[in-house]
């Protein structure tokens, strides 16, 4: 009966263990060097032909967005933060 029922739950959980199993081999497998920053000139190559004052135009631009976008993602975060600190009563 205990046999039965062991190998039971071995069938149940066999199949999510061994998907696991291959995902931690894979992982395992991989060799690649994840500790290279990423080469913005190789994107910016294009403008490299432009005068100096369009180069600077258009980092300008790039930086601006850059500095726009973490401004935003800043102020959603702390608009989760709020809504969550307001719909807690004993916060």
Do not use: C, H
Not at 19 to 44: K, P, T
Not at 55 to 72: D, P, Y
């Amino acid at each position: 009966m205990l046999e039965t029922i062991r190998s039971w739950i071995d069938s149940i959980f066999t199949p999510p263990i061994t998907f696991l199993d291959l995902a931690i081999e894979r992982l395992q497998s991989v060799s690649l060097v994840m500790a290279q920053g990423l080469n913005i000139g190789q994107y910016l190559s294009v403008f490299g032909d432009m005068p100096g004052a369009w180069q600077l135009v258009i980092s300008s631009l790039l930086l601006s967005l850059v500095v726009i976008g973490s401004v935003f993602m800043f102020r959603s975060i702390m608009r989760l933060y709020y809504a969550k600190k307001d719909g807690v009563k004993w916060w």
